[in-house]
């Protein structure tokens, strides 16, 4: 059964970073394109961030475009997303997904396995 699970979410201050991990089980994580979503308070569910499998393509949307950093680290069978320079609006839950769709230059395709999420709150 492939679960993945979300950590390091907290409360930052405006400017400020936080280091989110998605680590797996049931499945070698590099079999998976990896996406990051997040629910702000009052909006939909957006996509934020994804990696493919293999060369490991990246998507930012244009909102954490420059600020935010996708990477894998296939020893801990994880993936982080580096999170700098937050700002009040990226408060949210954010949410690791999974899917073994290819997804490359967008996070369109179907996801198929989901964390619980972990809550981040910029705030000063």
């Known amino acids: 059964q492939v679960q993945v699970v979300e950590s390091g979410g907290g409360l930052a201050q405006p400017g400020g970073s936080l280091r989110l991990s998605c680590a797996a089980s049931?499945?070698?994580?590099?079999?998976?394109?990896i996406g990051w979503f997040r629910q702000s308070p009052g909006k939909e569910r957006e996509g934020v961030s994804s990696i493919s499998q293999g060369n490991g393509f990246t998507y930012y949307a244009d909102s954490v475009k420059g600020r935010f950093i996708i990477s894998r680290d296939n020893a801990k069978n994880g993936v982080t997303l580096q999170m700098n320079n937050l700002k009040p609006e990226d408060t949210g839950v954010y949410y690791c997904?999974?899917?073994?769709?290819?997804?490359?230059?967008?996070?369109?395709?179907?996801?198929?396995?989901w964390g619980q999420g972990t809550q981040v709150i910029v705030s000063s």
């Open positions: 049931g499945v070698t994580l590099d079999y998976l394109a």
């Open positions: 997904a999974g899917t073994e769709s290819i997804a490359i230059g967008n996070m369109g395709v179907p996801w198929t396995y």
